[in-house]
């Protein structure tokens, strides 16, 4: 048994589609728990947190653009192996090749947008999900 805690966040795109209540659905319905759930305005020092890895990288500018569009869901996840279960809950980064029955494949749209307008985040690793998730809810227990 390998209880875990993750970071998912519904992205600016997800919350303007009125897409947060079936990211939830999909996650309670797999059996995993909500531990925090809060609808947050990002700010460029969050971001520049979450996605220190990703910092320099072409993509970099706009997915903090992109990510300061609108509100996102902060959600803490907690379930057995939920860290990789997420992941496949939520299919490939590029919603163009997430498979079907997946949150990207089943629900992201193919209008010309970038790749970062895919839904959700969800943390890949247990030390990206325990930084993520100190990042969000510094609070959290
Ligand atoms: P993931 O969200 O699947 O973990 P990632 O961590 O590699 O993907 O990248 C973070 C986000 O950056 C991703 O959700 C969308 C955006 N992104 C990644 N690769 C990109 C690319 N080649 N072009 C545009 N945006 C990209
Ligand atoms: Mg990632």
Not at 88 to 108: K, N
């Amino acid at each position: 048994q390998t209880l875990e805690r993750t970071l998912v966040l519904v992205k600016p795109d997800g919350v303007r589609r009125g897409l947060t209540g079936e990211v939830i659905r999909r996650i309670e319905q797999k059996g995993y728990t909500l531990v925090r759930l809060e609808l947050r305005d990002a700010t460029p020092e969050l971001l520049a947190a979450h996605y220190a890895e990703h910092e320099g990288k072409p993509f970099y500018e706009p997915l903090v653009e992109f990510m300061l569009s609108g509100p996102v869901a902060a959600i803490v996840v907690e379930g057995q192996r939920c860290i990789e279960g997420f992941r496949s809950l939520a299919g490939a980064t590029d919603p163009t090749a997430a498979a079907p029955g997946t949150i990207r494949g089943d629900l992201g749209r193919d209008w010309g947008l970038a790749v970062q307008q895919n839904l959700v985040h969800g943390s890949d690793s247990p030390e990206s999900a325990a930084r993520e998730i100190s990042i969000w809810f510094p609070s959290a227990d």
